[in-house]
């Protein structure tokens, strides 16, 4: 399955990229009296994203004081969240790859296996998605809660206009764009792996063993293709002595016919008796004998 392969590969991505991340910005806070500016002010933030947490301190350039500032925003929730659905994601395709591999009979025993991997699997893509859009929609809120503008505000010596504030170093996002990207990419993975384990549950089979025909279909066909093969295969083998029988009838029956005619017409002409004739002259008297013709009427 694809989910073998590929689902372990994924998870790791998504959850290392987020929960590795460390962010770093740089400003520097340029007073009037330069004798108090700071050019050089380091923020360092990173996974969970508690940023009502970090901290730093900044020249307030008045009376050679120092204030104490935090970041805006608590965004640990769907950090954790995201990074939880990662983890139980990755821990659960590498059970299944166990089974997979190593007790295929038994995954697959009863129907029990490919059943309960559905349903994990339509879980997974869940979460998935739900933690994979919560995560988007923070790491846009923490992009704003860094952004170096924004950080420059919360300066109370940045708000008087005799004072110059700048960032010199900006933190870098890719990471984190990235594990957004890899959380939607096992959104669809997952999505898609539903469909391979339902193929392997008894749903699937049970409709593809039995489409739509009946028993009694079932039972005709099989009549239907027994015949055929008879016909096909036995009929000219067994048909051919019949055959004959009837032509040696056919020809005893015009031998007969033969017979019957030619005694019928043996019967009906005359027979007939050659001899030589007899002439009279006069009475009783023989002049001269010829051929004879004697008839015999039926």
């Known amino acids: 399955m694809c989910m073998v392969i590929f689902a372990p590969i994924f998870a790791i991505c998504a959850f290392a990229t987020c929960g590795g991340y460390h962010g770093h910005l740089q400003v520097k806070v340029d007073c009037a009296d330069r004798s108090q500016s700071n050019m050089s002010i380091d923020i360092d933030f990173g996974y969970p994203f508690?940023?009502?947490?970090?901290?730093?301190?900044?020249?307030?350039?008045?009376?050679?004081?120092?204030?104490?500032?935090?970041?805006?925003?608590?965004?640990?929730?769907?950090?954790?969240?995201?990074?939880?659905?990662?983890?139980?994601?990755?821990?659960?395709?590498?059970?299944?790859?166990?089974?997979?591999?190593?007790?295929?009979?038994?995954?697959?025993?009863?129907?029990?296996?490919?059943?309960?991997?559905?349903?994990?699997?339509?879980?997974?893509?869940?979460?998935?998605?739900?933690?994979?859009?919560?995560?988007?929609?923070?790491?846009?809120?923490?992009?704003?809660?860094?952004?170096?503008?924004?950080?420059?505000?919360?300066?109370?010596?940045?708000?008087?206009?005799?004072?110059?504030?700048?960032?010199?170093?900006?933190?870098?996002?890719?990471?984190?764009?990235?594990?957004?990207?890899?959380?939607?990419?096992?959104?669809?993975?997952?999505?898609?792996?539903?469909?391979?384990?339902?193929?392997?549950?008894g749903w699937y089979k049970t409709g593809q063993r039995y489409p739509t025909r009946s028993a009694s279909g079932k039972r005709s066909s099989e009549m239907r293709h027994r015949l055929y093969s008879e016909s096909s295969f036995e009929q000219p083998v067994e048909g051919f002595a019949p055959q004959l029988y009837r032509q040696e009838s056919f020809n005893q029956q015009v031998s007969r016919q033969g017979s019957f005619n030619q005694a019928q017409v043996n019967l009906s002409l005359p027979h007939a008796y050659l001899g030589k004739p007899i002439i009279y002259e006069g009475e009783n008297k023989v002049a001269s004998q010829g051929p004879m013709i004697f008839v015999n009427e039926m």
Not at 73 to 96: C, E, K, M, R, W
Request: glycine share 4%; proline share 3%; hydrophobic share 45%.
């Open 50 to 201: 508690r940023l009502h947490e970090v901290h730093f301190k900044a020249p307030m350039c008045e009376a050679k004081r120092e204030e104490v500032i935090f970041l805006d925003g608590n965004f640990s929730s769907s950090a954790q969240f995201f990074l939880t659905v990662g983890v139980f994601a990755f821990l659960y395709s590498l059970l299944a790859t166990i089974v997979y591999v190593f007790y295929q009979k038994k995954y697959l025993r009863n129907n029990r296996g490919p059943l309960v991997d559905f349903v994990v699997s339509v879980i997974f893509s869940s979460l998935w998605l739900v933690s994979s859009c919560c995560w988007a929609k923070t790491l846009s809120d923490i992009k704003k809660a860094t952004n170096p503008t924004q950080v420059l505000l919360l300066i109370s010596a940045c708000r008087t206009q005799e004072n110059k504030c700048t960032a010199t170093q900006e933190p870098l996002w890719s990471q984190l764009n990235t594990s957004a990207v890899f959380g939607f990419v096992n959104v669809v993975l997952w999505t898609g792996n539903i469909w391979f384990v339902f193929k392997e549950t």
